[in-house]
Nanobody
């Protein structure tokens, strides 16, 4: 059974850091592009970052460029999202998603085939 599980969310003060993890089971992560998305209350789901199956190409939303870094460790079947200089507007449920077309590098949710359940990130003083 193909499964994605996010972890690492929590409560952090503005300016702080968190590292989210997306662990895969039931499939070979190497073949899949991975995207991180977030959804705040009352807002649409938005793309945050993506990485191709090889890890060579990455993509970031303008709102997180220079603050967030996506990476992957295919041997550990895990993709990470390092989030630094967090702001209150980063508060949301964060989801990872996998796309069977491993070469894609997009923040469009419809391009992804499998989704995790999400992890809450709250940035507040």
């Amino acid at each position: 059974q193909l499964q994605l599980v996010e972890s690492g969310g929590g409560l952090v003060q503005p300016g702080g850091s968190l590292r989210l993890s997306c662990a895969a089971s039931g499939f070979t992560l190497d073949d899949y592009a991975i995207g991180w998305f977030r959804q705040a209350p009352g807002k649409e789901r938005e793309g945050v970052s993506s990485i191709t199956s090889s890890g060579i190409s990455t993509n970031y939303a303008d709102s997180v460029k220079g603050r967030f870094t996506i990476s992957r460790d295919n041997a550990k079947k895990t993709v990470y999202l390092q989030m630094n200089s967090l702001k209150p507007e980063d508060t949301a449920v964060y989801y990872c998603a996998a796309a069977s077309r491993g070469w894609i590098n997009t923040l469009i949710p419809e391009a992804y085939d499998y989704w995790g359940q999400g992890t809450q990130v709250t940035v507040s003083a």
